[in-house]
T-cell receptor, first 111, second 113 residues
């Protein structure tokens, strides 16, 4: 009965590859997010989706694209992976204006 | 836009000592304030949240935080540190509309036996 789940937990890949990270929440929340956490633990918001509409898109390269097939899912697709994309990626969800619930994270390593 | 400042990226305390982690937000009063904890190799977990019901907020694991409007602060405290408190702590605020989150840069807490 995991609230926010992500797959895979670890992802190791070569530069130039395309990869996806999946996120699912069973909390019935309206908004889902993707964050990138770098090696210094700094959290950077990448995207959020509210009722299948993108409402935040920070200065993220267009190689990153969120895909939301329904309210419970927000997947992250990354094209042409670069070394600098290595990080931990967290998915989160929240009801409007309330705390966020985080997934366990996906550690991406680009070689 | 809101902003959050966490003073001290690294804090070390002895086991049993007081824990004080500092958080200041930008001048306009945010609707909600939060503290999250991240244990090694895990996601973020909510410690406590302020929603204007009471200025002193109690959270899990013996932590509490006090909202001080005059100081634009929301510092996190715990009377007696335990080894299991060693983790990364993040302060966060929402925007006035409530649909955006702003996280601080985090404070790494080390507990010395």
């Amino acid at each position: 009965d995991t609230a926010v789940s992500q797959t895979p937990k670890y992802l190791v890949t070569q530069m130039g590859n395309d990869k996806s990270i999946k996120c699912e929440q069973n909390l019935g929340h309206d908004t889902m997010y993707w964050y990138k956490q770098d090696s210094k633990k700094f959290l950077k918001i990448m995207f959020s989706y509210n009722n299948k509409e993108l409402i935040i898109n920070e200065t993220v390269p267009n190689r990153f694209s969120p895909k939301s097939p329904d309210k419970a899912h927000l997947n992250l697709h990354i094209n042409s992976l670069e070394l600098g994309d290595s990080a931990v990626y967290f998915c989160a969800s929240s009801p409007v204006g309330n705390e966020q619930f985080f997934g366990p994270g996906t550690r991406l390593t680009v070689l | 836009a809101q902003s959050v400042t966490q003073l001290g990226s690294h804090v070390s305390v002895s086991e049993g000592a007081l824990v004080l982690l500092r958080c200041n937000y930008s001048s306009s009063v945010p609707p909600y304030l939060f503290w999250y904890v991240q244990y090694p190799n895990q996601g973020l977990q909510l410690l406590l949240k302020y929603t204007s019901a009471a200025t002193l907020v109690k959270g899990i694991n013996g932590f509490e935080a006090e909202f001080k409007k005059s100081e634009t602060s929301f510092h996190l405290t715990k009377p007696s540190a335990h080894m299991s408190d060693a983790a990364e702590y993040f302060c966060a605020v929402t925007s006035n509309t409530g649909n955006q989150f702003y996280f601080g840069t985090g404070t790494s807490l080390t507990v010395i036996p």
